[in-house]
């Protein structure tokens, strides 16, 4: 009788018992074999240090916080009308989608230094840096979106000689929301590494920079509190866009 | 109680008078010598015709076929979504050029939008032909009440059965109250209870509406069934080869198909096809 209950329950806990056990692990094993705090603290050295640390590590994910959100957004506010003109002219789509499919092959992380000898130091080189990773993962997966509209419904809009603005408005834009998200769920988590490798090539702040400088000085429980932070970021982030899609998109197809 | 039929909805654009039939006496569809091939250079292959027909206005015509003899191409190019290789198609006298608001088509797959509710895809053509909105909503309720969607209008498309889906799909294609009425085997993706279910409901419907229909099926049965007249179409190319008047009386029911007159059309169409098959 109680075999069902306690079988969702065990189901859900699953992971976090994983986590737990690896953590208890990781913690067990450092002591055991008494590896040096700076080549692999314990989560426990790490806490104390994060606690200590609170502060600076709360600013500087504000920092990358910062630079990863206006650079998402100011990547879907231009790569979103490009699409748009991309699927719509042929001449434009022509000229314009080779060039831009060359660019993503780009090595973003390769531009890093010439954005930062370009623009200096301060937050707009991050921002960049963070635009030039979201863009592409966006535009590619919205132009496909456009695209993506099956053949009996473009007949239907054609029967009613429908407008290329009805047919947009009514069928395109709906059918390619799904894969506005779905770049947006590839685009976000690209958008923090970006800003960390902004971070890394120069900066005096963000989570970036406090890693690299915690390491320069082998303070490592500070680096690992700094990527751990990072990760949770990326994680509340990502998810973060997940709601909005189960919001605006709850439709099967 | 049975909800009160809306007056028609009309605009400047819409150039017909409310009966079935024009005035002009015209027959809706006419094609002279149409063909249609698909491919290019060596690899040509002739998917239809030649073909002569015309189709008179307020008569349901049903075209039954094998499939691949080229009759959905044929919907197609009535309905102005394909242009003939060779040949004049005419609609109520005027040369046909591409789709019109007269045609509503109702396709073998629902086609309905996934994202909209029932409601807002039976006024797809009101939105995209920028009818007056409070007659055309009066007339979509109507519509759904008439085919038993009322309870159903808010709803999304996949909450629906496959046979719901088939008659919101089809008050869309009558919202605008086309002349012409196309259906492209619209119970082809259903199970056969439904199916004859469906398509007894259909020509009810379609006596209430009082349009000219033009079915593609490849069921004989069901092509008898609401037809006024069958068409049965040759292996590819596809042509005519059978044209014949369905003498059956209105309105018809589970019953019309233990008439006798319904078994010998039937037998007729049969032998044709098996004939074809036999060479």
Known sequence: ?253 | MKAERPAAITSSAAGTNASGARSDGAPAIELFGVTKDFGRGEEIVRALGPIDLAIEGGSFVSVVGPSGCGKSTLLRLIAGLEEPTEGRLRRHGAKLDGPSREVGIVFQDHVLFPWASVLENVMLPADVLSLPKAAALERARWLLELTGLKDFAGHKPHMLSGGMKQRAAFCRAVLADPQLLLLDEPFGALDALTREELSLELSRLWQNLGRTALLITHDIEEAILLGDRIIVMSDRPGRIRLDMKVDLPRPRDVNTARNPRFMEIKQIARDLIFTRERN
């Open chain 1, 1 to 253: 009788m109680a075999s069902l209950p306690w079988k969702a329950i065990s189901t859900r806990a699953t992971t976090p018992i994983i986590y737990l056990v690896l953590t208890i692990l990781w913690e067990a094993g450092v002591r055991l074999f008494h590896v040096p705090g700076w080549i692999l603290p314990a989560p426990t050295a790490i806490i104390a240090v994060a606690k200590q640390w609170a502060p600076e590590l709360l600013y500087n994910s504000y920092i990358t916080v910062q630079e990863t959100i206006i650079g998402f957004v100011l990547a879907l506010v231009l790569s979103l009308p490009l699409a748009v003109i991309i699927a719509f002219t042929s001449t434009t789509r022509r000229l314009l989608y080779p060039i831009l499919l060359g660019l993503q092959s780009v090595p973003k992380v390769a531009l890093a230094p010439l954005v930062i000898l370009w623009l200096g130091i301060g937050n707009w080189p991050k921002i960049v840096i963070v635009i030039l990773v979201c863009f592409f993962p966006i535009l590619v997966n919205v132009v496909a979106g456009f695209e993506a509209v099956p053949k009996p419904m473009l007949d239907l809009m054609y029967s009613l000689r429908a407008s290329k603005l009805a047919i947009f408005r009514r069928l395109r834009a709906p059918v390619a929301m799904p894969h506005l998200f779905t770049g947006c769920k590839v685009a976000i988590t690209f958008a923090v590494i970006g800003a960390v490798i902004g971070e890394f090539v120069a900066a005096q702040e963000g989570l970036g920079y406090m890693i690299l400088m915690s390491t320069a000085q082998s303070l490592t429980p500070l680096a690992f509190a700094a990527i751990i932070l990072l990760t949770v970021i990326s994680v509340v982030l990502f998810y973060a866009i997940e709601i909005l899609e189960r919001r605006f998109v709850t439709w099967r197809p």
